[in-house]
């Protein structure tokens, strides 16, 4: 399967290191996010939602810690 289809056109992204978002929460995960959005279908959302039923943390705050973005 050609996983550059499921990416989006622009690949911009942000960088940051932060924690996971399921518990307990360890920190020092390095984060890269998309900033152009991913769409998914509600298959594989609910699929998503199987596998990581706590993935609820809410966002925190940067606390010194620098968000890197790509051009």
Known sequence: ???AKLL???TG?????GS???PP???G???I?????VMLGADQIR?????FKANARPVQPLRGRVVEASS
């Open 1 to 3: 399967r050609d996983r």
């Open 8 to 10: 989006p056109a622009k």
């Open 13 to 17: 992204y942000y960088r940051f290191l």
């Open 20 to 22: 996971l978002t399921t």
């Open 25 to 27: 929460c360890p920190e």
């Open 29 to 31: 995960v390095q984060w």
């Open 33 to 37: 996010v998309l900033k152009a959005p």
């Open 47 to 51: 699929a998503f939602q199987r596998l």
